[in-house]
């Protein structure tokens, strides 16, 4: 008798610890080691900005504050019809190291600079970082859609570079140098090396730019050839474009100049589900500032705003990014995984996603969520 039931007792246990194995790795991933002093509040500072930006970063406060995450915030106001970002604003960021904003208006010609670009160049923001994914629950027309856009962010078309040569002729200059073609093209690798991911596609115009982007294409090919690992190829931009549209779930990590990664970056966003759910970022060697990934639609319109009715998942997802560079992956996962949680509920969705709720009930339905 207890010879014949040893195998069934050894089956039950066996079963016994596969089980308690998933539900363990279902709930809690491999342990992350703090350093001491890791958990100490860190200052972050915070840019509203305009349009739907004070809604937007509104909802982020709330749920850091319900998170009970390690960060408080500085604000700052900063518009995006002011001559040059406040000194105090800099001193901040330069100060915290980190910056959270909302997006900033800049005014169609006229000889105003955008802030946003000041941004970057004063605080050498080189790498612009998008991740355009598809979130379960949020249909659209592709499927299996996850890249990541690494674009230049200092030089190209937005050196600003521009004079009038004579009356009606006026010239603007591309900027490309070796230096931050090189940065930029180690900074998409490194990422894709960090983060196990399996290709890097350059995106140019070399065809017709031969000198500049040709010197673009130079920089990425020398640095593929230190991550042998890593697939390397290359896609002229118009090709890339068509490419997107219709076969968007080929690319993985994409790095491109200035002017085209905005547009990749743009486009991929409308692929995946839009831009009021696509996050990203800007980092530089000393200091990152995290906002909407994709730029269009990151300010709104005067009726969203009105109405209350701004997509805060971006900015939220942003945050989460934000979290992680802070060395809190627990708070990142956490926030990451109730946003989804809402996305794929359904029940609480800005008009943009198909629904009909305000900020503020996302921001609610994310509160409620969290674990």
Do not use: W
């Not at 697939?231 to 690319?251: A, T």
């Amino acid at each position: 008798m207890a010879r014949r039931s040893l195998p069934a007792l050894k089956e039950l246990l066996k079963k016994s610890t596969n089980q308690c194995s998933g539900s363990l790795i279902s709930i809690r991933s491999v342990t992350y080691m703090p350093r001491p002093g890791d958990g100490a509040p860190r200052p972050v500072t915070l840019v509203p900005g305009d349009g739907i930006g004070p809604l937007v970063t509104g909802a982020v406060e709330q749920v850091m504050e319900a998170m009970h995450a390690p960060v408080y915030f500085e604000k700052y106001e900063v518009h995006g019809d002011m001559k040059k970002v406040p000194e105090e604003v800099m001193d901040s960021i330069k100060k915290n190291k980190v910056c959270l904003k909302g997006g900033l208006a800049t005014p169609m010609g006229g000889g105003v600079s955008s802030l946003n670009v000041q941004l970057r160049k004063e605080l050498d923001l080189y790498a612009s970082l998008v991740n355009c994914f598809n979130l379960p629950g949020l249909p659209t027309r592709h499927e299996n859609v996850d890249i990541v856009v690494i674009r230049e962010n200092t030089e190209g078309e937005y050196a600003g570079l521009e004079h009038e040569v004579v009356p009606g002729v006026v010239e603007s200059l591309k900027v490309i140098t070796k230096f931050c073609s090189e940065r930029i093209a180690k900074y998409a690798f490194e990422y894709a090396y960090l983060n196990n991911r399996k290709k890097v596609t350059a995106v140019h115009k070399a065809n017709i730019m031969k000198l500049a982007d040709g010197l673009f294409l130079e920089s990425c090919r020398e640095v593929a050839t230190k991550y042998p690992g890593i697939k390397y190829n290359e896609v002229i931009v118009d090709n890339c474009c068509m490419q997107l549209v219709s076969k968007p779930e080929q690319f993985d990590v994409m790095v491109t100049p200035n002017l085209y990664g905005n547009l990749v970056a743009n486009t991929a966003a409308g692929i995946a589900g839009g831009t009021g759910v696509m996050p990203g970022g800007n980092v530089g060697a000393d200091h990152a500032i995290f906002e909407q990934g994709a730029s269009a639609g990151n300010v709104g319109n005067d009726k969203i705003v009105e109405q209350k009715k701004a997509n805060p998942v971006a900015l939220l997802l942003s945050s989460a990014m934000m979290l992680r560079h802070l060395q809190f992956p627990s708070f990142a996962d956490r926030l990451e995984t109730a946003v989804k949680r809402v996305i794929l509920e359904g029940k609480y969705m800005t008009k943009d996603l198909g629904g009909t709720s305000t900020t503020q009930e996302v921001t609610d339905a994310v509160i409620a969520a969290i674990d």
